[in-house]
């Protein structure tokens, strides 16, 4: 038996884009709020898109794949620092904000060649097959993006797919940069810091976290968020799945093999600098054979 968000939670964005990934953004709602809420995409966070920027470059990164771009706020950074991009989300609620950008800024070269998509990480690969040649130098899948995708038969096995499907669009060498946030913490706690190092967090006035355990095993968590902006009140409600570190490094290690480098960071930062981060950020590199 298998239980889904929507039998336990009635998410507030409903929705399905894609066959097997369900659409969160699909009314549109989130959506628009998410603009607020991921902040200006001219001033991300400094330690974010340094962090970002220098990885990429010093493993000699030029074309990126971005699975999870949603309104584009990543792939447009990397398309002004001079990286190839091609950019894909299950929400077309969310890519319209992406879209929009391409055709404003049509007259710039590396917009006009900006590839955009609606894609499924389940299919992944045959949906996007014409686009990845000899391999991207990059996948990356950031901003909490993959706990999205749920565990509907209980052994994670849509999480495998779509990390395997990730692998795939990689050239020999190539690097995934895939995060979530410390659901160890949140499990322990039951709470979710309301600030972020990812989001406008200014206009965050609360986030309500429920967690489900099934079977004695925590299946998802859900956040009720409650943003202020511009004089308006929106509320929200988001479902992830809890992934736990060490659960979340054995399936990278399983699908890139024990002999991949892996390397974790927390907060944008080395491990050995940060004491209980609020994100882990996974850095795997593809073998070479």
């Not at 995409?41 to 990885?55: G, V």
């Not at 990480?121 to 014409?130: A, G």
């Not at 038969?153 to 797919?161: N, T, Y």
């Amino acid at each position: 038996m298998t239980t889904s968000a929507d039998s336990v939670f009635v998410a507030r964005s409903d929705g399905i884009s894609a066959e097997g990934v369900r659409d969160q953004y699909a009314d549109g709602k989130a959506a628009k709020v998410w603009e607020i809420f991921i902040g200006d995409k001219n001033s991300r966070t400094d330690n974010y898109k340094n962090f970002l920027i220098e990885l990429l470059r010093e493993k000699g990164c030029k074309r990126i794949l971005d699975v999870a771009c949603g309104t584009g706020v990543d792939s447009i950074m990397l398309l002004e620092e001079g990286f190839e991009v091609v950019s894909v989300d299950a929400s077309d609620k969310m890519l319209k904000y992406a879209l929009k950008e391409r055709w404003n800024r049509r007259q710039e070269a590396a917009f006009d060649n900006w590839v955009i998509e609606e894609a499924n990480w389940l299919t992944l690969y045959d949906d996007i097959k014409d686009q990845i040649k000899e391999g991207f130098d990059a996948v990356i899948c950031l901003g909490n993006s993959f706990a999205h995708l749920m565990d509907g038969h209980g052994d994670q096995r849509e999480h495998k797919q779509a990390i395997q499907n990730f692998e795939k669009c990689l050239r020999p060498g190539g690097v995934l940069l895939i995060d979530h946030r410390n659901y160890d913490n949140i499990l322990e706690t039951g709470a979710t810091p309301a600030k972020s190092i990812y989001y406008n967090t200014s206009h965050t006035a609360d986030i309500k976290t429920s967690v489900l355990f099934y079977c004695g095993k925590p299946s998802l968590i859900s956040m009720d968020y409650l943003i202020e902006a511009n004089k308006l009140t929106s509320e929200f409600r988001l479902s992830y799945y809890p992934h736990e570190l060490k659960r979340f490094q054995e399936i990278l290690a399983e699908i890139f093999t024990s002999h991949a480098k892996h390397k974790l960071f927390g907060d944008f930062k080395e491990m050995s600098q940060t004491k209980n981060p609020a994100f882990y950020i996974h850095l795997i590199e593809k073998t070479l054979v």
